[in-house]
Structures are given as C-alpha cells and as structure tokens.
C-alpha cells in the first residue's frame, strides 16, 4: 500500500494530484457483492523465469473483448480489484488480476535484487504477450505500487498500453541529484516507514511478533493525511498513526481473513523488498531521465490520501508540473472523502472512471 509516499518525496519537488470531474452515467457499472468472484477463473503462467498466478473474469466471450490489466500495491493482492473485475467484465471487458511478483500465489524469488522495475515491467510485458498473443496492447490499471510499475511500463514499453488509469501514487521524474533513501532520511528520519523498510529481516521480524492480522489491518485502516512512522515496539498504535481498531466499512472480516490466509503463507518479504530496490531502481533509470509518459492517463486520488496531501504534490499538478511529465493526461480527478484505497472505498465511482476513459479508445 504505501509505496507512493516514496515518489511524493522522492524527488526535488515531490509530486501529486489535482483536478475533479464527475463521471458520466451513461452505461453505469455496478459493483457486485462477494459472490460475484465465483466466476473467476485462476490460472498460473509462466512470465519472466517465474510462475505467475493470474486471476481473470471474461466478457462477453466472444474472444475479442478488449482486455484491462490490474496492477495492485501494498499489501494487497489481486483480489484489491474484485469490485472492478466484477463491474468491468459485465461490461464486455476481460479483466485480468495477477499477484504480483513476491505476493500470493506468485513465485517470490529469494534475492532482494530480483525486485526491481526492470523485474516488474518484464513479467507485466510476458503477461500481456500471454494473454493476447503478442501483438496487442491492453488497457491497464495501477494503484499504489501498482501505479508506479505502471508509470514505468508505459515510459519503457508503450506500445504495450492503449490507456492508463492510475490512481494514489503520481509520476515521479527522475531527479539525478537526489538519491531516494537517504533523501527520505533527512525529511523524515529513520521511523518513517520506508526507511524501517531497508534493512532485510528487521521488519519481517517485528510483522511476526505483531501477527499478520494486525499488521495488515494496520496498513488498511491507516488513514491520516500525514507521513506514516512505525517507530520500533511501536507499530499501529492507533493514537500514533492513526490506523483504526475497527474495519472500515468497505473491508469486511472475510476479506481481511483472505489477505491474512495468503500473507501467512507467503511472508512480507517479497513485498517488502520492492522497497528495498528504491535507490536501485533509481541507479538503473538513468537512462530514462528526463523522459515523459507517451500514453493517454486518467489520474484519481482520493482528497483524504497522504499522497495527495504530501508536501509539493498539489504545486505539482496545478503548477503543471503533471501534465508536463504526462502530456497526454486526460483529466485529474480528486474523489473528495476518500483515503487511499479508493477502489475498495468508492468502487462504483472508480468504476465508472474508468470505463468512461476507457470507452474512448473502444
């Protein structure tokens, strides 16, 4: 869930959203309940050197539907995007969910440098190559970290992606003179939550001791318009950071049970070491500095999201900053209530977004 604040801070100015824009009726979506997802199908392919499980809800069936990628973030998995899978396939789209690499059902290799973009972006470019055949490019969807492969899928391979709704975590240029961690260091000190990140087994150690559920309801309920600190023998104390006691109303027990029962099984690691790759990632970009999304996007973030509320990420869309980096940016919408897991807060309105976007390019 919270890479994004990295990117908000990572860079000179440090980066987020602006704009607002009700979506059109025509055609609505409806989300489903739970049972909705009995229609899923499950499968595991072979991207990359890696074996990949792939949730997936067809359309019509007729074999031509034009097909949405979902790229989820931290620490969720593919079942974050029940309610658009659900919506989205009524509506003649197959709407495809992968774990991502390190996460699920999804092989997790064991070196921390097999986590980078480059490791991202060449399972999502297997996967699309999969699942179409090769020659077709695919509607995609990112959130969180999700968004931030997604920024680097459309900057790497463009070809591959016909639109792009991304919402929570911005585009970050690359700034050459400001190495990501220790960047983040100085603003924000060694308890901010990416930081804790670094170093290999420390916080998987304190997860363990926490227990899954907790951690993973900490993350979920987080919903303070401020940096996030997991200070040592301190983590998710609600009167430090704001998670809640309770469920919000839009996770139930039974998915956070789902998410307990897979976390279990598969660790923090994985995920974890995606921020680990952070100045990594940030070395093997050199080439690419400078360089601009050449894909149509829609942006959504939530008024309540600490990505939208980090410090310079408003300067940068309405100073244009944004549409500079993005220059086929559609529109910038900002859900006002909202937190950061938008699609499961408000997943009728995240649904119409998109397929009123994507509707465009049908």
């Known amino acids: 869930m919270f890479l994004w604040t990295y990117l908000n801070h990572l860079f000179s100015r440090f980066l987020h959203f602006l704009g607002k824009q009700q979506p059109d009726q025509t055609n609505k979506p409806t989300t489903a309940n739970m049972s909705g997802l009995d229609g899923v199908e499950h499968k595991t392919l072979k991207v990359n050197g890696i074996n990949m499980h792939v949730a997936e ?8 539907d034009p097909i949405i990628l979902f790229i989820h973030g931290f620490p969720e998995l593919w079942y974050t995007w029940r309610h658009q899978m659900t919506a989205l396939s009524s509506l003649g789209y197959r709407t495809i969910a992968p774990d991502l690499r390190g996460y699920g059902d999804t092989d997790a290799p064991e070196k921390v440098e097999d986590y980078t973009y480059f490791n991202m972006v060449g399972d999502l470019v297997a996967l699309i190559d999969a699942v179409t055949g090769g020659d077709e490019a695919v509607f995609v969807v990112g959130h969180d970290w999700g968004a931030m492969i997604a920024w680097q ?5 463009p070809e591959k992606v016909k639109a792009l709704v991304n919402m929570s975590v911005l585009f970050s240029p690359r700034n050459p003179d400001r190495v990501p961690i220790p960047t ?5 000190g060694d308890d901010y939550y990416i930081c804790r990140f670094q170093k290999p087994g420390e916080i998987e150690a304190e997860f363990e001791t926490l227990g899954t559920e907790k951690v993973l309801k900490g993350f979920l309920t987080y ?14 104390q609600s009167s430090e950071n704001g998670a809640s006691s309770a469920l919000p109303p839009w996770l139930t027990q039974e998915d956070l049970d789902y998410y307990v029962t897979k976390y279990d099984n598969k660790g923090f690691t994985g995920p974890i070491n995606y921020y680990r790759n952070i100045d990594r990632n940030w070395e093997l970009t050199a080439p690419w500095t400078g360089a601009k999304i050449g894909v149509p996007v829609k ?13 310079g990420a408003k300067e940068y869309i309405n100073g244009g900053g944004f549409k500079k980096d993005v220059p086929l940016l559609d529109e910038t919408v900002v859900l006002k209530g909202v937190g950061h897991f938008l699609h499961e807060e408000s ?8 397929h009123s976007f994507f509707q465009k390019f049908l």
């Open 347 to 354: 997943p009728e309105e995240i649904n119409q977004h998109i």
């Open 223 to 236: 919903k303070t318009a401020g940096p996030l600190y997991v200070p040592k023998g301190k983590l998710f």
């Open 299 to 311: 942006f959504i973030v939530g008024d309540q999201d600490l990505t939208y509320n980090s410090p």
């Open 184 to 188: 983040l260091r100085r603003f924000f």
């Open 153 to 157: 899928l459309c900057m790497y391979r």
């Open 57 to 64: 809800l067809p359309g019509s069936g007729s074999g031509g």
